[in-house]
């Protein structure tokens, strides 16, 4: 949420920064009584933001753009997949992608003949893997579902395309499994490539993806066969889970690997944004969705902390601001200020978070039905820039250094050449009608003139949703009209401005987020 903090910032540390800073204040006001009211109501004051470059700095990893969830591994196949691959991977330069199914009858990895005995077949396998090496991604190989020949049942998950969720009929066999298909993966890409790979034992076993009873405890026996498995082709070869939902089960899971001297090199688990309080955090407060992302990284860091194994990382293999289709989250220009906002609030609880999804090549809910369904994905259908999309491409120009700032709307770094990039933004739940606001940067110790260039995310920057509307919101748009939509979606030529004093202003409307970079 936005926070006024005009109190405790109107007097600099300087006479000269004072008189400017009141100046601009002072100027702002006087406008305001000379302009008619726009409908939008914008408050009555600067925001005023302090930056003192003497600040200790600490590393500022770009934890949220290494890793990237997508639709279940045969999609992968598809040149539409491929082609949104690799233009995420223009703007992030992600490291890692996760997806579901890579045992899925559809991949044909396994079956066995008439005498049981399994049999493999990893053609669609490697033509999976090998597109993604191809373009410099590493998977994150998620360790799931159950072929129907190994499977102790027929249970299904609900998605649309019907995984099978029960445990192995045979032990020993799912081990087998996890050996032969470790095995392969060393043979063909070498020990070193995929020595840099994650192997995560299946996907919410606490959830309706796992039919084994009692849950958590059947989860460690899969887990276990897997690990022990994984770990005997190669010790370099790194495993992990649980791979739950709702922040769940890391602190057992821990004592449980410990206790039972099984290996782990990381932990996992998913948190979204309207998860309630009461299932990842066992409180009956009401956490908005602005919070609950990094309050459940907190509860996370804190029990590997005070763990046998403090030293774990930890990996959030899916997050997001929504778990559901809800267009005006995460088709919308809200995504933007959300993000910066989490980065700002998860900065040092994790090594690695996984924007869940990349691309809406996706079908858990069936064959998609329109392009702005409030998909997962950062590009909706035909590679449809959505505004998370940008908000991704200005984020990634942030430094590798973070300087502290008195302020929950900013996040200032600097580049390894000295240079400044900050992001401000103007957050609202997506229910709120907002305000814009203009925001006065001060910056202690920059000397001399500058220039600021200035990158926006916001309704009339870098989004096409004002162009489909105009559209008529088409279920099926022309290929012409899929041509508008890309050009709508496209950033622009940057602003700039004059820095002169360390002084900047920055308008911001509602759900606006801006991307300076002081040169």
């Not at 392969?184 to 606490?206: A, K, M």
């Not at 939902?245 to 690997?257: K, S, Y």
């Not at 000397?447 to 004002?466: C, E, K, Q, Y």
Request: proline content about 6%.
């Amino acid at each position: 949420m936005s926070h006024n903090s005009v109190a405790r910032s109107l007097f600099s540390s300087s006479a000269r920064t004072s008189f400017l800073r009141f100046a601009l204040a002072a100027l702002w006001i006087v406008l305001l009584c000379v302009t008619p009211p726009a409908q939008s109501q914008t408050q009555t004051v600067p925001e005023m933001v302090d930056v003192d470059l003497s600040a200790g700095v600490h590393p500022f990893p770009h934890f949220w753009e290494r890793m990237f969830g997508s639709g279940r591994a045969i999609l992968s196949l598809r040149e539409s997949y491929r082609r949104d691959l690799h233009d995420v991977k223009q703007i992030t330069g992600f490291d890692f992608v996760r997806f579901h199914a890579i045992f899925h009858d559809e991949v044909g990895l396994y079956s066995e003949n008439a005498h049981g005995a399994p049999v493999y077949n990893f053609s669609y396998a490697d033509q999976i893997y090998d597109g993604l090496v191809q373009n410099g991604v590493h998977p994150f190989v998620e360790l799931s579902f159950m072929p129907q020949q190994l499977a102790a049942a027929e249970i299904f998950q609900s998605f649309w395309y019907k995984p099978i969720i029960a445990p192995p009929k045979d032990w020993s066999k799912w081990g087998d499994l996890i050996s032969h298909f470790s095995q392969h993966l060393v043979d063909r890409y070498g020990i070193d490539e995929v020595s840099q790979w994650y192997f995560e034992v299946w996907n919410e076993p606490n959830l309706d993806f796992w039919a084994g009873e009692p849950k958590e405890q059947t989860y460690y026996q899969l887990y276990d066969t897997a690990a022990k498995a994984i770990k005997a082709v190669n010790p370099r070869l790194r495993v992990g889970g649980p791979a739950t939902a709702q922040a769940a089960w890391v602190d057992r899971f821990i004592q449980h690997v410990t206790e039972n001297k099984i290996p782990a090199d990381f932990v996992s688990t998913h948190v979204y944004g309207n998860d309630s309080a009461e299932n990842v955090l066992g409180v009956t407060e009401s956490v908005p969705r602005t919070q609950m992302v990094c309050r459940a990284a907190r509860k996370v860091h804190d029990q590997v902390a005070a763990s046998p194994q403090p030293n774990l990382p930890i990996i959030w293999s899916e997050y997001n601001a929504s778990y559901k289709n809800e267009p005006d989250v995460t088709d919308s220009t809200f995504m933007g200020p959300w993000l910066a906002d989490t980065i700002r609030q998860c900065d040092g609880l994790t090594q690695m978070m996984s924007y869940w999804s990349f691309s809406d090549v996706f079908e858990e809910q069936g064959v998609v039905k329109e392009p702005f369904y409030g998909g997962f994905g950062l590009l909706a259908e035909r590679g449809l820039p959505k505004p998370a999309f940008n908000a991704f491409k200005l984020l990634h120009y942030l430094g590798s250094e973070r300087i502290p700032v008195d302020s929950n709307d900013a996040i200032v770094t600097r580049r390894i050449d000295g240079s400044l990039v900050i992001a401000l933004w103007n957050l609202f739940l997506p229910e709120e009608h907002g305000h814009a606001k203009q925001v006065s940067l001060s910056i202690r110790g920059l000397t001399g003139s500058h220039h600021a260039v200035i990158s926006r995310v916001d309704d009339t920057h870098g989004s096409l949703l004002n162009a489909y509307e105009a559209m008529g919101r088409p279920q099926s748009p022309t290929l012409a009209e899929i041509e508008r939509l890309r050009e709508a979606a496209q950033l622009g030529s940057p602003e700039t401005q004059d820095v002169e004093g360390g002084q900047l202003m920055i308008a911001l409307p509602p759900q606006g987020l801006a991307v300076i970079e002081i040169q």
